[in-house]
């Protein structure tokens, strides 16, 4: 262990509980940051999200309400909202 990681664990005992959470938030907050962004960094271009304008979207749904009412998709989305909002 180096002299300065090792100082910054002395510094650690030092610290509340709560001043203790604060670090770790602080840090696991930085760990998610850096990997996403060297995820999607190395991420081989084929791997890579498309990016795709509304319209194409949109055709790509189009229909996958097949032959349903108003009413019934109206009922399916409020059933859905219940589910996840509980409204």
Do not use: C
Not at 7 to 31: A, C, G, M, P
């Amino acid at each position: 262990m180096t002299p300065q990681l090792h100082q910054i664990f002395h510094s650690l005992n030092e610290l509340t509980q709560s001043e203790r959470w604060q670090v770790f938030d602080y840090l696991v907050k930085q760990f998610k940051d850096s990997l996403t962004r060297f995820d999607v960094l190395d991420r081989p271009a084929s791997q890579q999200p498309l990016k795709r304008l509304p319209q194409e979207i949109f055709a790509s749904t189009q229909g996958s309400w097949k032959h349903q009412t108003n009413d019934e998709i109206d009922a399916q989305l409020a059933s859905q909202r219940q589910l996840d909002w509980g409204e």
